[in-house]
């Protein structure tokens, strides 16, 4: 069984970089989205939004244990991700990035620089960022991390609440999702829906953990809006490594995507391995269909047209209603 196992493993990366519909570990994304957030209502909630996100968004080295993404940070977010997992080691007051044991190439200020000239570039993003310590076990990560903030960002960009924003309040903020001790810094990460499982033993519990994340998934849509929810389709274990895993379970993903994309159902946050461009579009487009249709419906009447119609409308219904 062990050999078994083994041979499942080694032949799953017995591979070149694949750049398919879902699974995609190659260094660049297919295509980009990075302006996606520009179509929603500034009115909604952010808990309403269905969007990709990545686990372990910055584990790109280390081997195939330990690498979780393919995509630079910039790529990533070009691509249309909005959220960050992000695990940082903590030495003197050092943050560098980590997964497990192995170090990222990078400091925790490279991350923040990257996000604020994204959100500088695209004023009509949001991004949010699960912040917790790695590879140490200080407790005592909050002093660090203001101080990262204060130096490789601003403290203006971040989100000041543990209250869910609305995409307008959201737009041009980084959200800092604190799953560390200390006073508040933005959202507390456990005040979310989380479905994380992330442990398969081997690639024979692959079956299992979709089953995790489908029932997860299912819960969304008549979850709390007070709530936002996140889902994570990433696991690893000895025998069925990060890549391994996700070549597996994006594909369940993406065709239960397909399934459900006429439903217009809030998913939350979706947050995966090696995710591709097609399914991160896929996810960024549950949302915007709804949308699309009230404005769709709103510009079948050009220019003043339009505004003489609605006009007219709320008319009829004011007339109406002092006849009743």
Known sequence: MIIQL???????FSHGAIQGPDFDDTPDPEFLNPSWMSSL????????VTMPGTHNSMALYGGIYAECQSWSLASQLRAGVRFLDIRLRHVDGNLTLHHGVSYQRAHFGHVLEGVAGFLQE?????VLMRVKEEFSETDNIYGPVVDYVQRYASWDLLWH???VPTVGEARGKLIILQDFSGPDLGMRYRSLNIG???KVPTLLHVEEKWRRVYDHLELAPAGSKAQIFLTYSSGAGLFAYPSAVAQRINALLYTYLQVK????QRLGIICMDFPAAPMIQMIIDFQLKE????REEFNQFPGDTRLTHTISELRKKLIKYYKV
């Open 6 to 12: 083994m041979l499942l493993g080694f032949t799953a």
């Open 122 to 126: 695209h004023p009509s993003e949001t």
């Open 161 to 163: 609440s543990r209250l």
């Open 196 to 198: 994380d499982d992330w």
């Open 261 to 264: 994309t006429d439903l217009n």
């Open 41 to 48: 209502r500034d009115d909604q909630l952010l808990s309403e």
């Open 291 to 294: 949308d699309i249709m009230r």
